[in-house]
């Protein structure tokens, strides 16, 4: 009797054991079916077109995108209209223009950004129309006295003398002919002694002589007018 009780226990041992192995799935079994599954998904996504990246260079001057941007400090379409509103010279009566204005072909190239005027160190310099001064000090070692000028539009035009021993501060309100300073030595722009005159609206330099009416710009030639001198041979000439 013990003998069939230990033969029925194996045999109920190894049928366990069988039905086990059945059931479970294998490593091997279950690695193929997750490449398999993987691969599936793979064929199904189509692989994407690469995406053409955008320059960040801007276009060339000979870009056919679009034209040259503007050359620095020479605002396109900007306000060069001058108002004659000078009322006097900067210094003396008339004086003698040494060196005419000249602009430059481009924002950096040579050129003579204002008037040199003939003048004596010492000389006042005058504002030659009302406005607010908006600098006095020294440039390059240089005494410099800027003023803008009043009713001249948005930006104001802006006079600059150098070189110029200011007796102004920044701020001050100032009337036409009231004296700016005094010229100073200086033979590194002249030959001679001289004021330089600059004209500006914003960073556009402008000539400073268009802001002369005619009346001062030009001088009238001289007339002989008769006058009456009451001698017998009737009325003489006189200079006007």
Request: charged fraction near 15%; include cysteine; hydrophobic fraction near 35%.
């Amino acid at each position: 009797m013990r003998a069939k009780r230990q033969v029925r226990t194996w045999l109920q041992l190894l049928s366990g054991i069988t039905m086990g192995a059945l059931t479970l799935p294998t490593a091997s079994t279950t690695s193929d079916a997750q490449g398999m599954r993987t691969a599936s998904a793979s064929a199904s996504v189509p692989a994407s077109a690469p995406v053409p990246r955008a320059s960040s260079r801007p276009p060339s001057p000979s870009s056919p995108n679009g034209p040259a941007p503007p050359a620095p400090g020479e605002p396109p379409g900007g306000d060069t209209s001058v108002p004659a509103v000078a009322r006097l010279w900067p210094v003396g009566t008339r004086p003698a223009v040494l060196r005419a204005w000249q602009p430059p072909p481009t924002p950096y190239g040579r050129g003579h950004r204002g008037v040199d005027l003939a003048a004596e160190p010492g000389s006042h310099v005058r504002s030659v129309a009302p406005g607010r001064v908006s600098f006095a000090g020294r440039v390059a070692g240089r005494g410099t006295v800027a003023v803008e000028l009043t009713g001249t539009g948005a930006p104001p035009l802006r006079i600059t003398f150098t070189p110029v021993r200011a007796t102004v501060k920044k701020g001050d309100e100032v009337t036409a002919g009231e004296v700016l300073g005094t010229l100073e030595t200086d033979g590194s722009h002249c030959p001679a002694s001289c004021l330089h005159w600059g004209l500006l609206r914003d960073r556009t330099y402008l000539d400073p002589l268009s802001l002369l009416p005619a009346w001062l710009l030009h001088v009238a030639p001289s007339r002989l007018l008769p006058v009456p001198t009451g001698d017998d041979d009737g009325p003489g000439p006189r200079m006007r």
